[in-house]
C-alpha cells in the first residue's frame, strides 16, 4: 500500500491476507487507521475471524464447553 488510508475494500483484503501470511507494519498501522473511522469494517473483521474459527471445526470433531465459548463470542 502506498497510501497512509484505507478504503472498506483494501481494508477487507488485508484483513483476509492477514489470516494466510504476516502483515508488514505499514499495512497494520493503515489498517489501525482505517479502523477509527470506520465501526462496519470492524464489525466485518470479527465476523471474518468468527467464520474462521467456527471452519476449523467439523462436525465429527468433539467440542468441549471451552471450544464452543472461543468460537461463539
Not at 25 to 43: E, F, G, Q, T
Amino acid at each position: 500500500m502506498t497510501r497512509w488510508m484505507l478504503n472498506c475494500k483494501e481494508f477487507s483484503q488485508l484483513v483476509s491476507e492477514g489470516f494466510d501470511r504476516p502483515l508488514s507494519m505499514w499495512d497494520r498501522v493503515s489498517m489501525a487507521m482505517h479502523h477509527l473511522i470506520c465501526p462496519p469494517c470492524n464489525r466485518i473483521r470479527k465476523q471474518i475471524d468468527m467464520m474462521r474459527k467456527s471452519c476449523r471445526y467439523t462436525p465429527s470433531d468433539n467440542l468441549d464447553e471451552t471450544d464452543i465459548t472461543c468460537i461463539l463470542p
